[in-house]
């Protein structure tokens, strides 16, 4: 092909991807290949109580419930509620819980999830929050889950947390402990950040954006690339990543509701925005690391670490070498509780990515003994 050629070509690409949105609403939705994010109908609260083993691998991988690109069709623990607001000239609403305790305390919790979750993964942690005194509000962000998924929008942490600040705003709450799992941490250190009068504790829960992968030698992926990587998502994708990466070689039946709830997404006829907005949020994740502003973090901080964790966006993407160096979570712990003022390191030798969810017991004690402390100094 000419050079004259490839760059009409070029043109005629650009000009397709900024038409986004009629090339979604055209495009077939076909089944998808292989992948890694995302599962079942109606949650069940993780028990504990399955065996562990090897992740199954389904006979027909796109067998399985379909949902629509704000997970319709997927039962959540409790009531959703929308906030509705507009966001860089778009109309958009906001999924999220509101859920007041019987006997409350004074305080309100704020949980923020990660990108390969959904509010409804912390149902769980919601209860023991909420049966412990506290008002519990965990929120899909835009893009995710029973939240809008825009044709175009700028993604960034700073707008994610200026969403969630309105939200909570709307909803009468003015000082709360911010508590993020996985990317939910990097939103909950940028939102500790922007609003640290309003931040009366910051919670990370084995959060990324510990370490700068770009600086590390991780290559960069466009959007386009991504894009392609999201359409490719299936549950079987999904399992093995999560098998790997979250849980440490270790599977049980009470983490598939949660493939099948991501991968639902993939199988119904939304599968185009909700690939789009993935690969957009990816780049997000990519490109804005907050390691480098620990240091201001005025409030106290509880750092829960599983050890056995190695996540690192674009991971699968980099040189050996690379991938040798990132993802060390018992390293990155201990630095990030040294660069963070008033940082409680409290790390799970046997746990990965997702400790609220391998050990309940174990992380929730470590959760309230941890928020309890705040309030024994107040």
């Known amino acids: 092909m000419n050079a004259r050629c490839l760059s009409l070509f070029a043109i005629v690409s650009a000009c397709v991807l900024a038409a986004a949105p009629g090339v979604f609403a055209a495009m077939p939705a076909s089944a998808a290949l292989a992948g890694g994010s995302g599962g079942s109908g109606v949650p069940a609260t993780p028990s504990g109580s399955a065996s562990a083993g090897a992740a199954p691998v389904a006979a027909a991988d796109n067998d399985g419930p379909a949902y629509g690109p704000e997970l319709q069709g997927f039962s959540y623990p409790e009531p959703v509620g929308q906030y509705d607001f507009t966001s860089q000239g778009v109309a958009l609403h906001m999924a999220y819980m509101d859920i007041k305790p019987a006997h409350a305390n004074g305080r309100t919790a704020v949980l923020l999830h990660g990108k390969n979750f959904c509010a409804a993964t912390w149902d769980a942690t919601i209860h023991r929050l909420s049966d412990a005194g506290y008002r519990v509000i965990a929120p899909d962000q835009i893009g995710f889950c029973k939240s809008s998924k825009p044709e175009h929008y700028q993604y960034s942490f700073q707008q994610l947390a200026r969403n969630t600040h309105a939200l ?211």
């Open 168 to 378: 909570l705003e709307s909803l009468g709450v003015t000082n709360a402990s911010i508590i993020g799992h996985s990317t939910g941490g990097m939103l909950a250190i940028r939102y500790a950040l922007m609003y640290p009068h309003e931040t009366e504790q910051l919670v990370l829960v084995n959060p990324i954006g510990l370490e700068d992968w770009k600086a590390k030698g991780v290559p960069s992926l466009s959007v386009d690339q991504w894009y392609e990587r999201e359409l490719k998502t299936t549950a079987d994708g999904i399992r093995r990543y999560e098998q790997a990466t979250y849980y440490a070689g270790q599977w049980r039946a009470d983490y598939e509701p949660w493939v099948q709830m991501l991968a639902g997404m993939y199988r119904g006829p939304g599968k185009q925005i909700v690939a789009w907005n993935s690969a957009l949020l990816y780049d997000m994740i990519y490109t804005q690391p907050v390691v480098y502003e620990l240091g201001h973090l005025s409030m106290p901080t509880l750092l829960l670490i599983g050890q056995k964790d190695t996540t690192a966006i674009g991971k699968d993407a980099a040189p050996p070498e690379v991938r040798a160096k990132i993802g060390h979570y018992p390293e990155l712990g201990k630095a990030a509780a040294k660069a963070i003022p008033h940082a409680t390191l409290v790390e799970f030798a046997e746990l990965g990515h997702a400790p609220q969810m391998q050990d309940p017991q174990a992380f929730h004690k470590a959760l309230l003994d941890g928020l309890a402390a705040v309030t024994a100094n107040r």
